[in-house]
DNA sequence: TTGACATACATAGAATGTCTAAGTAAATAC
DNA sequence: GTATTTACTTAGACATTCTATGTATGTCAA
């Protein structure tokens, strides 16, 4: 199975935001929980992740803060915003628009439904 | 209805060659298809488009012949290639096994099935 | 105590594809 | 004769992912 990385695109956010509107999440975890839920297909780069963890703060969806473990290793954890969940609830719209949009290029035969 | 654009990024070869299959095309007619078709979800832009029918025809998926109307006004018509059609049943599986793994991030409780 | 491996985050630079925008040119409609 | 539509092309800006590297610490086995 070789994953086609560009459909990625664009995508890489709404899973951002799924994934922590179900629980906070720091970053390595993110990674792990993204290769397992997907039984091996989502494998994020640091390269993409980390700047997508930081695109989203930085645009106030989602916030980190920083949490000291019992052995004083740090993790930044982060919560999903109010403006994150009103924005993932936009990204599934745009979502099922777009899904529905190349099914009718796929289907033509569906058009009236 | 806001499209989301980067989403069209890694699936434009896709819907292209998947129109192409079902008949040879020109390049306006592509644009205009691919509106109607979707209800008027996808626009392509004709910075997006002929790029993107250069590079399938650079790949060998398509050819395209220059064919002229009774008006003397001239056409490129694409037609998809055995390769093209090979790499179309492959981009396929692709999009299911993303689509796949999407859903396993977003409803974890269908991790089992 | 040394080395290997996992944990944990960060970022520079290359690669890729879409968009905006402009250009060329001819047919058609008003 | 002027605007619109048809028809294709390409340069440059932009955004996101990837490769690759750097930093640092914890854990475990030999």
Redesign the pocket.
């Known amino acids: 199975m070789e994953p086609k ?2 459909l ?5 956010g709404y899973l951002l935001l799924s994934l922590l509107e179900q629980q906070a999440m ?4 993110i990674v792990k929980e993204l290769e397992v839920r997907s039984q091996g297909y989502f494998r ?5 992740l ?6 989203l703060e930085k645009s106030g969806l989602i916030n980190g803060t920083w949490e000291v ?1 019992p ?6 954890y982060y919560h999903i915003t109010a403006r994150g969940q009103a924005k993932l609830a936009e990204e599934k719209t745009q979502w099922l628009d777009f899904f529905t949009a190349v099914k009718l290029i796929l289907q033509p035969e569906s058009k009236g439904i």
């Open positions: 990385r560009d990625l695109k664009g995508s890489s720091y970053g390595y975890q994020f780069k640091e390269g993409t980390y700047p997508a963890l930081h695109r473990l052995n004083g290793r740090q993790r930044r």
